[in-house]
T-cell receptor, first 113, second 112 residues
Framework: DTEVTQTPKHLVMGMTNKKSLKCEQHMGHRAMYWYKQKAKKPPELMFVYSYEKLSINESVPSRFSPECPNSSLLNLHLHALQPEDSALYLC????????????FGPGTRLTVL | GQNIDQPTEMTATEGAIVQINCTYQTSGFNGLFWYQQHAGEAPTFLSYNVLDGLEEKGRFSSFLSRSKGYSYLLLKELQMKDSASYLCAVRDRLRSNYQLIWGAGTKLIIKP
């Protein structure tokens, strides 16, 4: 089983809203990732959690706040976003920290009005 | 520097064979991945190469030459559902957590 699930599938929010994206995996993977992907571009790494600790923050604005409540769950809290933040947000997981194949969830299509 | 190049778009005919090339430059090469991504969907893992040679998996094969900084993905017996973007990604051991460097992707269009 290589399934990573993400909710919601689609999200529309205003610039003053607070929302959260959720990601879950039950493969026993110890590394989880958040990526942002714009149309016709490759995924851009935002955050990496390794063994539930934040190990990489790719200079992401503070309006994006990640959280890893346990080894199976990863959240991305959104606040005061800008229209240019509209994108596909992808969660991925891998067995270890960066040294293994990453498996992606279906993504959340985010639109900021 | 670090760079990955792959063609922007390719067109092929249903039932035919197509080869998608990827060239890379990185100081800390530690493996190369191919992912398939249908429009609006998540990338799906296809193959992984870390040693030179050919890895075959059904209709898909991937080749790596580390000395040339070159890989290709070979798709045989093309089907309409193979229309997608194909992303080449290189793992770099000199980056934190062996981060992936992604190519821009090759959009493959399959015609009947």
């Amino acid at each position: 089983d290589t399934e990573v699930t993400q909710t919601p599938k689609h999200l529309v929010m205003g610039m003053t809203n607070k929302k959260s994206l959720k990601c879950e995996q039950h493969m026993g993977h110890r590394a989880m990732y958040w990526y942002k992907q714009k149309a016709k571009k490759p995924p851009e790494l935002m955050f990496v959690y390794s063994y539930e600790k934040l190990s990489i923050n790719e200079s992401v604005p503070s309006r994006f706040s990640p959280e890893c409540p346990n080894s199976s769950l990863l959240n991305l809290h959104l606040h005061a976003l800008q229209p240019e933040d509209s994108a596909l947000y992808l969660c991925a997981s891998s067995q270890g920290s960066g040294s293994d194949t990453q498996y992606f969830g279906p993504g959340t299509r985010l639109t900021v009005l | 520097g670090q760079n990955i190049d792959q063609p922007t778009e390719m067109t092929a005919t249903e039932g035919a064979i197509v080869q998608i090339n990827c060239t890379y430059q990185t100081s800390g090469f530690n493996g190369l991945f191919w992912y398939q991504q249908h429009a609006g969907e998540a990338p799906t893992f296809l193959s992984y190469n870390v040693l030179d040679g050919l890895e075959e998996k059904g209709r898909f094969s991937s080749f790596l030459s580390r000395s040339k900084g070159y890989s290709y993905l070979l798709l045989k017996e093309l089907q309409m559902k193979d229309s997608a973007s194909y992303l080449c990604a290189v793992r770099d051991r000199l980056r934190s957590n062996y981060q992936l460097i992604w190519g821009a992707g090759t959009k493959l269009i399959i015609k009947p």
